[in-house]
């Protein structure tokens, strides 16, 4: 993968954002060095088969941190890796690696949510990720969410794609390769597999696509 900054670059410029915000200290700073290499590896294979322009050029994985979505990612696989390996000493820095994507990026996207090893975004202000199962090929625009409802959260297959505004909560199932269209409410309901929904309760309208229909919207390289 090609790198626009170096891993050393990288630390920098995280810890210059959240020493102007937060704090960080020597330990934290140790802490953001220590893992750089393996979230750079996190972002190599989540972008690896992504269909989008900017995430490759001629035929080589590209991670540019300052293209808002791709950084967005790379801080969610920051706090996320720190979380998983480094919870006992740095929670805290966690916090502030989450906060710190809601306030450069406009997204609510916690560490502990488990996200797949591939998923993309495009324009992620003001979206909502909860505490959902996700799979493979995951997408989203801006103003999403995914979330519970009465203490049940929604379980999404591979390559789902929700559109600006889209919604899915509670005891949702939906299948793979569905496009859940912009501003659609999508609670407590199952969607097969090659969907296309939209409308809210009460009034969806639910078409089957083929997989030809389907490929055009695709945003990864991926077998269900």
């Known amino acids: 993968m090609e790198v626009v900054l ?47 322009k900017y995430y490759s050029k001629d035929e080589k994985t ?35 690696i989450y906060y710190l994507n809601r306030m450069l990026n406009g997204i609510d996207l ?23 199962v996700y799979a493979n090929g995951f997408t989203f625009s801006q103003q999403c969410t995914v979330g519970g409802s009465k203490g049940i959260y929604p379980v999404l297959g591979t390559n789902v794609i929700l559109f ?23 609670l407590d309901l199952e969607i097969p597999d090659y969907s296309l929904i939209f409308g809210r309760p009460r009034d969806y309208v639910i078409k089957s696509i083929d997989e030809e229909y389907f490929s055009d919207f695709r945003s ?3 077998l269900d």
């Not at 802490?31 to 190599?44: E, F, G, K, T, Y």
């Not at 590209?62 to 480094?86: A, D, E, K, V």
Request: some cysteine.
């Open 6 to 52: 170096t891993g050393n670059e990288l630390v920098e410029l995280v810890s210059r954002q959240l020493k102007s915000s937060f704090i960080l200290s020597n330990e934290e700073a140790d802490c953001l060095h220590s893992v750089i290499d393996a979230v750079i590896q996190r972002c190599s294979i989540c972008f690896s088969k992504c269909r989008n």
């Open 62 to 96: 590209i991670f540019n941190p300052f293209h808002s979505g791709q950084y967005t990612i790379f801080l969610y696989w920051l706090s996320r890796t720190i979380f998983l390996n480094y919870r006992d000493r740095c929670s805290s820095l966690c916090d502030r």
């Open 110 to 132: 916690f560490y502990e949510i488990d996200m797949p090893n591939y998923f993309m975004l495009e324009h992620p202000l003001g979206s909502v990720l909860g505490r959902a």
């Open 164 to 186: 600006s505004g889209a919604k899915v909560l509670g005891n949702s199932r939906i299948g793979n390769n569905v496009l859940i269209s912009a501003n659609t409410y999508v």
């Open 220 to 222: 990864f390289d991926l």
